[in-house]
T-cell receptor, first 113, second 116 residues
Framework: DSGVTQTPKHLITATGQRVTLRCSPR?????VYWYQQSLDQGLQFLIH???????AKGNILERFSAQQFPDLHSELNLSSLELGDSALYFC????????????FGQGTRLTVV | AQSVTQLDSHVSVSEGTPVLLRCNYS??????LFWYVQHPNKGLQLLLK??????LVKGINGFEAEFKKSETSFHLTKPSAHMSDAAEYFC??????????????FGQGTTLQVKP
């Protein structure tokens, strides 16, 4: 158990809908990262928050947004969902913002039908 | 910009024989390098990390990796494969030193198959 909690584990929704994925980092970790894993794209970095502040954006679509709250948990919002958004979404946390290992949650498997 | 290339998409070994998973990296800075493992339908688990201390790094479950700057390589090895080692392995570099993020950049992964 990495100490990173993601909910829900599975999500099935229809095209055009909006969903929210939640991540609770390890106790004491200030950084939260979101990644998308799909068969054709591999593991892609989406966004990084450190202590509530956005630090970096990767290949994140405009339909997607994220935030990190004062209690350090984070949410990833996916809207106007398309079939191609079906993937495994991972959250990871680390103690600092640079050069440290990250610990991953079990992921949320999103299926868009 | 940092990147990693895993040289084999699939490696097959027999149980009890050595494992070698190859990784080359590209980095403008002194990198932080990691190997993660993903078992089917599971999250990613850190196997080991290199952060500019000893060049030979020991990890969990008998794995180790050697950082070779001259070859820009960070290959993962294990002397004797076990059936439970069958999984997907990712070589990862942290963007670290440049900018203000430690985001991880993943290789495409190597599937390790262990035959009885």
């Amino acid at each position: 158990d990495s100490g990173v909690t993601q909910t829900p584990k599975h999500l099935i929704t229809a095209t055009g809908q909006r969903v929210t994925l939640r991540c609770s980092p390890r106790s004491g970790d200030l950084s939260v990262y979101w990644y998308q894993q799909s068969l054709d794209q591999g593991l892609q970095f989406l966004i990084h928050y450190y202590n509530g502040e956005e630090r970096a954006k990767g290949n994140i679509l405009e339909r997607f947004s994220a935030q990190q709250f004062p209690d350090l948990h984070s949410e990833l919002n996916l809207s106007s969902l398309e079939l191609g958004d079906s993937a495994l979404y991972f959250c990871a946390s680390s103690v600092s913002d640079l050069r440290t290992e990250a610990f991953f949650g079990q992921g949320t498997r999103l299926t868009v039908v | 910009a940092q990147s990693v290339t895993q040289l084999d998409s699939h490696v097959s070994v027999s149980e009890g024989t050595p494992v070698l998973l190859r990784c080359n990296y590209s980095s403008s800075y002194s990198p932080s390098l990691f190997w993660y493992v993903q078992h089917p339908n599971k999250g990613l688990q850190l196997l080991l990390k290199y952060t500019s201390a000893a060049t030979l790094v020991k990890g969990i479950n008998g794995f180790e990796a050697e950082f070779k700057k001259s070859e820009t390589s960070f290959h993962l090895t294990k002397p004797s494969a076990h059936m439970s080692d069958a999984a997907e392995y990712f070589c990862v570099v942290s963007e670290g030193s440049s900018g203000n993020t430690g985001k991880l950049i993943f290789g495409q992964g190597t599937t390790l198959q262990v035959k009885p």
